[in-house]
């Protein structure tokens, strides 16, 4: 293949990119994004604060300007996310309790169903684990709901929309580590009591080096049974940064439940990290060495 997705769907893969919904009236980001990438996510549409600001009034706008977008260029669509401890509407930051377990249920339910049949693979929940060497949950008000809101969300997702992949999304998770290692034990705990989870992303928001045991700790998700996704890849500018694009397609190429890889966003001045010029494609939509090096290793 001689772009992106043309190639990932040659080894039955896809090829996704971060959206705003905002940039597809620029010429030259949509060009770009419909040329290589056949996978979208919205990077803010689908999130809490966007679909739900005020409770119980839903609003659809962004995403479904998105599935249309991906409809209409052969796409599949990424949900991003239906829970997370940032990006949450001001009353659902200021709840706590049964309260707040309802409303965090009722959402997944709501957004879940509206855009049922429309999504390959859903992050039910974001970021849920602490950083550092504790294995544990991260503090949240939602975590504050009692052990179980994982397993509920999950639940509740399965039943508003069984077609879609339900998946469990996190970062510094690049290796094997304390956190991944706590993850890892949640999932294989799903798995061993039937709670409906199907794939695992790893964000990869990396810098200048890729651990050695990247694709071990993907290989060892996979183990489980649940697909492995690579869903928010960015990489530090530097001289390493073709290879570490590349170490990380390399790594996915090689677990065979590794089903797709999916860019935080299309040009460099598209990306959340600014200078750090994170992405595959320059400014003005050219391509950078590290484009090459993705496209020589899928
Ligand atoms: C980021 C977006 O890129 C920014 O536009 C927004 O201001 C903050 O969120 N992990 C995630 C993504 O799961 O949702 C985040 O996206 C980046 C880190």
Known sequence: GTTLRAAAAEKGRYFGAAVATGKLSNGTYTTVLNREFNSVVAENEMKWDATEPSQGRFVYTGGDRLVSHAQANGMSVRGHALLWYQQQPVWAQNMSGSALRSAMI?????????FRGKIYAWDVVNEAFADGNSGGRRDSNLQRTGNDWIEAAFRAARTADPGAKLCYND?????????????????????????????????????????????????????????????????????????VFAGVTRACMNVSRCTGITVWGVRDCDSWRGSDNALLFDCNGNKKPAYDAVLNAL
Do not use: W
């Open 106 to 114: 009722n959402h997944v339910t709501q957004v879940a169903t509206h």
């Open 171 to 243: 970062y510094n998770t690049d290796g094997i580590n304390a956190k991944s290692t706590g993850i890892y034990n949640m999932v294989r705990d799903f798995k061993s009591r039937g709670v409906p989870i199907d794939c695992v992303g790893f964000q990869s928001h990396l810098g200048t080096s890729l651990s050695s045991d990247y694709q071990a700790n993907l290989q060892r998700f996979a183990d489980l049974g649940v697909e492995v996704q690579i869903t928010e890849l960015d990489v530090m500018t530097g001289g390493n940064q073709a290879n």
